[in-house]
């Protein structure tokens, strides 16, 4: 996917929310470290544009809740949650750049959860690669991406990578699966 197209995507998923959530200004956004962040924040800032309502944004870690935690065997990152108002009967849409397993997802609602009770938890994703281990689905999906379990979906976004793009890349040697050396465009 290219800036634009990214751009694009984000702007439909707005519209489909606000078509979906009829009263907005009990919307909370919270977007899932790291990339989900900036995504929230740009939906937010679409949502504004278009209703000319302020959409609350917050960031939510869910390392200390991912299930595979003990396997890993490693001290995790934790980047904090910041989410400036209660969620307590709220409508909070989940925002992540890739929805995979789902095990991501399950982690955040249980971390959501940890922090109030939400009317609903919605959840919305740039990109849907499938493979779903959790019984989870998006509301809002920006892209269908199917792609192998030897591949990995690159989202790049300018806020963390300096530059917008998702790519499929080969996981066995790192390089784009198209011509053995082009990146794949979406």
Excluded: W
Excluded at 23 to 33: A, K, Q, S, T, Y
Excluded at 80 to 106: A, E
């Amino acid at each position: 996917m290219s800036p634009e197209d990214i751009m694009r995507t984000l702007a439909r998923i707005a519209h489909e929310i606000i078509e979906c959530n009829k009263v907005v200004d009990n919307l909370i956004l919270v977007g899932m470290h790291t990339r989900g962040v900036p995504l929230a924040k740009r939906l937010a800032a679409n949502i504004e544009h278009f209703e000319g309502l302020k959409i609350a944004v917050g960031a939510l870690d869910i390392n200390l809740y991912r299930d595979d935690l003990s396997s890993l065997n490693l001290r995790p990152v934790v980047h904090g949650t910041d989410i400036p108002v209660s969620i307590d009967g709220k409508s909070v849409i989940l925002v992540d750049d890739v929805l995979y397993t789902g095990r991501s997802t399950r982690a955040a609602m249980d971390a959501l959860i940890d922090l109030g009770r939400p009317q609903l938890i919605q959840l919305a994703v740039l990109i849907d690669r499938g493979h779903r281990e959790m019984p989870i689905r998006a509301d809002y999906v920006g892209k269908n991406m199917p792609s192998s379990r030897h591949e990995e979906i690159q989202v790049q976004l300018v806020e963390t990578d300096s530059v917008d793009e998702v790519a499929i890349i080969s996981a066995a040697n790192d390089m784009p699966m198209v011509g053995e050396s082009e990146k794949v465009d979406y």
